[in-house]
């Protein structure tokens, strides 16, 4: 008969540890410790300058109930390899330099008060103020708004499929197993078009996740995996079926309650490379079978439908705060137009102006400098 000893070093050894972090009184330096075994340890991170930072709260604060997404970007860019992780030309948004331009800040509007007028509108005219942006999903100014844009039609699309179809939005990702890392992006493509027929999807957005947050160590690592966000006909016994027979791991989030924000954080983290598309339609929402609704023209006036032109206001109160997204009328005091002149009427200047004389311009032009 064997008997088992309940000592302090068996405890540590057969238990279910449940470390919680806290911190030294006197030093204020940061550990681990399990209530049950009362084992004490250090916490294991690449990043140990940032555990200094972490303190514990005089008062305690009361939990968010959602992170906002900018916070995300800010967590997760800050003293990670954010901008330097890449694989087969796939990184993540936010790592190219933006655009001269990118951010600036442009008013235009609609000068006609008089057409304004006469729908009722009196002497008001239309103003936009915005800032000029690139969409591009890599500029580091711009990727929120290529971002919001992005999310905000695909939401439209695949509610507008969800009516038709009669069914709820679901989410699923396919998780590419280890022994298939070395494929390309096309080959695993080609892969998980035959695993979404056998999940029964019906059609929806597939987006390339290449890489997976480490936050322990605070790093991104290669793990390639798609976020499917669509209809599908599936059960639990299928998953488990596909999962068994192709071997990827199938995980099914659930039916989501804001597509929007679940397209909005998808893009926040996924796979970008030149030539390839970063959200793809499949199925029945493709384009070729599901058209898409064509957008309000943003450059034309909302009442009179003219043109928007560049406008600047000469007065010391224009109504509008600056530096702040702005679209609407107001009164039309002190509000012109921005005159460009045209290239063909630029004052012409000929070459020899340059010069002191005209002579001396014609005895240096055939002079070959060695």
């Known amino acids: 008969m064997s008997y088992i000893v309940n000592t302090p070093s068996l405890k540590k050894k057969f238990c279910i540890h449940n ?98 007028s006469k729908l009722g509108y009196g002497n008001k005219i239309f103003v936009k103020q915005y800032q000029k942006s690139c969409f591009r999903a890599v500029c580091k100014i711009c990727f929120k708004k290529w971002m919001g844009r992005q999310a905000n039609r695909s939401t439209r699309r695949i509610e507008k499929f969800e009516k038709q179809s009669g069914r709820r939005v679901k989410h699923i990702v396919l998780s590419v197993p280890r022994w298939l890392y070395h494929l390309s992006y096309d080959e695993l493509r080609k892969k998980v078009n035959v695993i979404q027929k056998e999940l029964g999807c019906k059609g929806g957005a597939r987006i390339f996740h290449p890489f997976r947050y480490k936050k322990s160590y605070r790093e991104f690592y290669y793990s390639p995996h798609f976020h499917i966000v669509g209809i599908a006909k599936m059960s639990v016994r299928n998953i488990s079926e596909v999962a068994r027979k192709f071997g990827w791991f199938v995980k099914y989030v659930g039916v989501r309650e804001s597509v929007f924000q679940t397209f909005f954080y998808l893009l926040s983290h996924c796979g970008v490379k030149r030539k390839f598309h970063v959200l793809v339609w499949f199925g029945d929402a493709s384009y070729s079978k599901l058209p898409s609704e064509k957008e309000p023209d943003s450059t034309i006036c909302p009442l009179c439908n003219d043109k928007l032109v560049p406008i600047y206001h000469e007065g010391e109160h224009s109504g509008i705060p600056p530096d702040e997204i702005f679209e609407g009328f107001v009164d039309s005091v002190d509000w012109y137009e921005v005159k460009t002149v045209p290239k063909s009427e630029w004052t012409k200047v000929e070459r020899y102006e340059y010069a002191f004389e005209k002579e001396l311009y014609n005895a240096n032009s055939g002079i070959r400098l060695n």
């Open 19 to 116: 470390y919680q972090q806290k911190w030294e009184q006197h030093s204020g330096e940061c550990y681990l410790y399990c209530p049950k075994c009362k084992d004490k340890k250090k916490p294991k991170s690449r990043q140990e300058k940032l555990i200094k930072f972490l303190c514990p709260a005089s008062k305690p604060s009361k939990p968010a109930s959602k992170p906002s997404k900018p916070d995300y970007f800010e967590e997760h860019q800050f003293m990670t390899n954010w901008y330097e992780i890449e694989h087969d030309g796939w990184k993540l948004p936010a790592t190219a330099d933006a655009h001269d331009w990118c951010g600036l800040w442009q008013t235009r509007g609609c000068l006609n008060e008089k057409e304004h």
